[in-house]
């Protein structure tokens, strides 16, 4: 349908003399290239992604409205494609990024990482192989997902895509510029807000605890609080039709499709190192999605975070994905 496609992407460090030392850091779903903005203690010279050793890449997938093509993107006549905008796959965004990375003049990827959305993106780029039909990603590291997008999951995407289409303004995603569904989108944050964190962690950052007196919030709780301004800084800065179609792209996430009768077959297909983390508090992406990968690899290993903090913890926990990351390196002669 679409020829020509714009990928955004960021980038860091150079490419060696083989042009096979680059990793791939794939987004999550509201996620951004610039991964110096949310993974900034694990990019750099000498951190685990070192810029020195390594040509750090992250490409925007299809339908962000971050640079990529997306319903948010203008046709010939300058109108939004909205709901003209095709549901793409992970693997659509895979291939088109291989297809970037080779223009780049990326011959092999050392290692394609990321965690939810993202982590779905890295175990796809273990499917991709060279015209001798060698892997061309050597190693892989998906974090907080499973090998198939759940039922549970995609009860969760639809929950938040009804909130959206419930919007007087959505107009089947073909609103005008000047009036968004943004009470929709803001409804679909919260309730992904809660997915993303736990039980625990809720209890230990908010409590029953009341916002003071002159907080725009004032006598309400500050979990009440929290979703608000989690919901408003996601409607200041993202599209609601680009929402319900990442969403949409991610229900499509299967590594058996059109491979392998089972996940677990198409998965034992992988020879090169998997690292699969799951993370303990996780309600979304239950760590034993993260273990079912691991152990149907053959040269797969499970770690786990502990943390309070849910699915976000791969945002939050660097220490921890840190000394994850280095052991496994160093086991794997990474």
């Not at 110096?36 to 992604?49: A, M, Q, Y």
């Not at 793409?88 to 990024?97: C, K, L, N, S, Y």
């Not at 092999?108 to 990603?137: C, H, K, N």
């Amino acid at each position: 349908m679409f020829e020509d496609v714009p990928v955004a992407l960021h980038a860091w460090g150079t490419l060696n003399e083989r042009a096979d030392n680059a990793v791939v850091v794939c987004h999550a779903l509201t996620g951004f290239p610039d991964v110096s903005e949310w993974w900034e203690p694990l990019l750099g010279p000498g951190r685990v992604l070192d810029t020195e050793r390594f040509f750090v890449v992250c490409l925007n997938v299809p339908g962000s409205p971050y640079g990529t093509l997306s319903p948010a993107s203008k046709d010939a006549d300058g109108q939004r494609l909205g709901s003209r905008f095709p549901v793409p796959t992970i693997r659509d965004a895979v291939r088109m990024h291989r297809a970037a990375l080779e223009r780049l003049g990326v011959r092999g990827v050392a290692l394609a990482i990321g965690g939810s959305m993202g982590g779905m993106q890295a175990l796809e780029w273990g499917f991709e192989t060279t015209e001798d039909g060698r892997p061309f990603v050597r190693a892989l590291c998906p974090i907080a997902c499973g090998a198939a997008h759940s039922a549970w999951c995609i009860g969760w995407g639809e929950a938040e895509r009804m909130a959206i289409r419930a919007d007087a303004n959505w107009l089947n995603g073909d609103y005008p510029p000047h009036r968004h569904p943004d009470a929709g989108l803001a409804a679909a944050r919260a309730m992904a807000m809660l997915s993303y964190r736990s039980p625990a962690g809720f209890s230990q950052r908010h409590g029953r605890r009341a916002m003071p007196p002159g907080h725009p919030f004032s006598g309400q709780f500050a979990a009440v609080s929290y979703l608000h301004h989690q919901a408003q800084r996601l409607v200041d800065r993202f599209d609601a039709a680009c929402y319900v179609r990442i969403t949409e792209m991610m229900d499509t996430h299967d590594v058996s499709a059109g491979r392998a009768p089972t996940v677990e077959a198409a998965l034992a297909t992988l020879a090169q190192p998997v690292l699969a983390v799951g993370i303990d508090s996780d309600v979304l992406y239950l760590p034993s999605e993260s273990r079912q990968i691991a152990e149907a690899c053959p040269n797969g290993t499970y770690a786990e975070i502990a943390s309070p903090w849910g699915h976000d913890a791969f945002l939050i926990e660097f220490d921890q994905l840190d000394a994850l990351l280095r052991a496994w390196f160093a086991s794997n002669d990474m």
